[in-house]
């Protein structure tokens, strides 16, 4: 079955960066998107970046775009979130999803928690 697992969460102060990865098995990665979400104590699941089956095309959320970048990697089954220029709204367990197309992003893994401090 498929299965993803996120590592690179950890603690960071304001204005310092993160990679997080998230290893994807169980699937032809070569064909899904995968996408990253974000959820705040208290908060709803809130979408961050996706990145197409073939990389060609990335979206982020409004609050992400120009700090955080998504990318891929076919040979390790790996997707990256790097995050820059971290803030402590930025505060959040990040999970990893994929799916067949951006739109029908299903496919959840078991989060990795960040959190930046101020």
């Known amino acids: 079955q498929v299965q993803l697992v996120e590592s690179g969460g950890g603690l960071v102060q304001a204005g310092g960066s993160l990679r997080l990865s998230c290893a994807a098995s169980?699937?032809?990665?070569?064909?899904?998107?995968m996408g990253w979400f974000r959820q705040a104590p208290g908060k709803e699941r809130l979408f961050v970046a996706a990145?197409?089956?073939?990389?060609?095309?990335?979206h982020y959320a409004d609050s992400v775009k120009g700090r955080f970048t998504i990318s891929r990697e076919g040979a390790k089954n790996t997707v990256y979130l790097q995050m820059n220029s971290l803030k402590p709204e930025d505060t959040a367990v990040y999970y990893c999803?994929?799916?067949?197309?951006?739109?029908?992003?299903?496919?959840w893994g078991q989060g990795t928690q960040v959190t930046v401090s101020s």
């Open positions: 999803v994929t799916g067949p197309s951006i739109a029908m992003l299903n496919h």
């Open positions: 169980g699937l032809t990665f070569s064909t899904y998107a």
């Open positions: 990145i197409t089956w073939n990389g060609g095309s990335t």
